[in-house]
């Protein structure tokens, strides 16, 4: 009963910026973490950043220093601001929440995904 709505994927220059942002919606009882994950052909997904309802991060060793996720409980948004970007940082980004549903049910739901670019 979650959906969530991604957006801000798109073409940059290597050296540029983006902004992802998704948001949550639905019924359920609490969020207990919403984060973002990435796939390049060929490549496992893998975790780019999450952060907790209590504000606690974990990023991606590739990614320290560059990206910086952060997130609005009361909108239940997360978003993934991206600097000093890399070609390889091309990927698909998925958003994911974690969540508690109505019968207090632990539950994932993942966003469709969003295309970043990252061009030389």
């Known amino acids: 009963q979650v959906q969530l709505v991604e957006s801000g994927g798109g073409l940059v220059q290597a050296g540029g910026s983006l902004r992802l942002s998704c948001a949550a919606s639905?019924?359920?009882?609490?969020?207990?973490?919403m984060g973002w994950y990435r796939q390049a052909p060929g490549s496992q997904r893998e975790l780019v950043a999450d952060?907790?309802?209590?504000?606690?991060?974990n990023y991606a060793d590739s990614v320290k220093g560059r990206f910086t996720i952060s997130r609005d409980n009361a909108k239940n948004t997360v978003y993934l601001q991206m600097n000093s970007l890399k070609p390889e940082d091309t990927a698909v980004y998925y958003c994911?929440?974690?969540?508690?549903?109505?019968?207090?049910?632990?539950?994932?739901?993942w966003g469709q995904g969003t295309q970043v670019t990252v061009a030389s």
């Open positions: 639905g019924r359920f009882f609490s969020i207990r973490s």
């Open positions: 994911k929440v974690s969540y508690y549903s109505r019968d207090i049910r632990p539950n994932d739901s």
């Open positions: 952060i907790t309802s209590g504000g606690n991060t």
